[in-house]
């Protein structure tokens, strides 16, 4: 028996592990791929605030921003890297919003050398830019060291069943606590409020003679240069999914596509492609993560009836599965996310801290539950 098993080893499921880890529980993490073998391991893993108007998911990114920089280069150094950022508006609305932006920001602004603005094009020179202290990490060493001292089972999770004070999952193996971090492949438990849509992301990495010597995030993501290499990502296609879509992905138009886009911002001379990366982010409609616990979508029904078409009822009222928790929706700030809504899930499992209502499951449940005027 184990005191937590997550099902999902993406960055959400291993920074779960993690804490769990941490606080001396013993954990069993599934994953029917490998460790990152989903959208986690197609991430650039750049560990960036969010750059927008006011907003509840900009204020969550910038607290989550400060959190997982300082995390990830306290606990993970080998996978860390600092790295000066320069964020380039995409137009002119782009530019009024970043002037704004730096009037307000809390973070400290960097210079931008001469040297690196005229390594831009100069569409992107003309545009308004902000240059902060930012990182990427190792999307892959990250999630395995995070992973250590769990123990990892390669299966597909098929079967999860409650049976008196503990989940049963594929029949085989138990736990008090589980944590459903299964990202944009599938749902375990079919619930028809829970809709997290995939958004389809190719990067990759190239090798040029031209040196970028920071960051650069404008249409896609440009790294900074690592022995000649740099990786350049991402694409957001929510019309391709693996497991939906019958033709497979075009990866020649997805080169073109990012190519193309990186050469708005940088030209980059004498590349060649080394490797392609491909997977799905998982992105929740109210562009809010999820996290907590899932509604008994059933059980609610009967015990609340009509007053679930009112807006003012408790999500305390609401049925939940016994010991049953979801961390997913981050979208592309999965790595910016995990570490610190890991944390916040495991205040609520382990000192029974509340878990914000903007980011639990239940207000899914609420809307869904309006809709069908159930
Ligand atoms: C190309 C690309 C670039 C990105 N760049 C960045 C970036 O720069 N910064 C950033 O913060 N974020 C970035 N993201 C987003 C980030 O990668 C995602 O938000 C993050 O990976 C989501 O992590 P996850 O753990 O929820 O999902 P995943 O990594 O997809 O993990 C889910 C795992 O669950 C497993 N699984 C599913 N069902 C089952 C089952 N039934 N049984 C067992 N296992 C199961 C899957 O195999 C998978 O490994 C990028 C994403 C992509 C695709």
Known sequence: MYDIAIIGAGINGCSVAYEFIQAGKSVILFDKDDIAGGGSGAAGAFISPKFSKTGELKEM???AFSYSY???KTNFPDSFSASQLLHIAKDEKDDLMLRQYKEDTQFQLQKVSDTLFDALTPEAQKRENISINAAVV?????CHSMSQGARFVREKVESLVYDDDFWIINETYSAKEVVLATGAYENVIKEPYIDVRGIWGHRIDVKTSTNNPCSLHQFVSIAK??????AIGATHNIHYHPDKNSETYDIKKGRAELLEKASQTMKLENIEILKDYV????????YMPLLG???LSNATIASCGKRLQDKRIKYD???YYPNLYIINGSGGYGFVLAPYLANILKEHILSGKKISAKIA???YFARWARRQRV
């Open 138 to 142: 190792d999307a892959k060493n990250v």
């Open 225 to 230: 240069s690592r022995d000649g290499v740099v």
């Open 293 to 295: 616990s899932l509604i």
């Open 317 to 319: 009222e609401f049925s």
């Open 70 to 72: 300082d995390y990830y």
């Open 279 to 286: 997977g799905l982010r998982s992105g929740s409609v109210d």
């Open 61 to 63: 990114l910038n607290a």
């Open 361 to 363: 499951p239940a207000r």
